[in-house]
Nanobody, 123 residues
Framework: QVQLVESGGGLVQAGGSLRLSCAAS????????MGWFRQAPGKEREFVAA???????????LYADSVKGRFTLSRDNAKNTVYLQMNSLKHEDTAVYYC?????????????WGQGTQVTVSS
């Protein structure tokens, strides 16, 4: 089992920035990809970004078109933590953001999920 805990959400004005963190614990040794998803009220959950986790994989990243150039993923393997830096936030970025992990590279489905952290962007 892998446990994921998100933090860093909050209320921010449009144009502002937030940094989300996802701390992983448990059986993380076979984790390949860490991803971020979000779900806005009344909408389906959508992919935001993902990063390969293993130190030998080079930290490859993948971003949804809607966040490219504004959001940046980074990782700290020593702390088992992935960060999502969100800049130039828009009202439409308002959602609950979830961290997820998988033993596969950029999978379609993820195995483990965090509880989510709320991001609210005021217009």
């Amino acid at each position: 089992q892998v446990q994921l805990v998100e933090s860093g959400g909050g209320l921010v004005q449009a144009g502002g920035s937030l940094r989300l963190s996802c701390a992983a614990s448990g059986r993380t040794f076979n984790t390949y990809t860490m991803g971020w998803f979000r779900q806005a009220p009344g909408k389906e959950r959508e992919f935001v970004a993902a990063i390969t986790w293993n130190t030998w994989s080079g930290g490859n990243t993948l971003y949804a078109d809607s966040v490219k150039g504004r959001f940046t993923l980074s990782r700290d393997n020593a702390k088992n933590t992935v960060y999502l830096q969100m800049n130039s936030l828009k009202h439409e970025d308002t959602a609950v953001y979830y961290c997820a992990s998988s033993p596969a590279k950029f999978p379609r489905e993820y195995d483990y999920w965090g509880q989510g952290t709320q991001v609210t962007v005021s217009s």
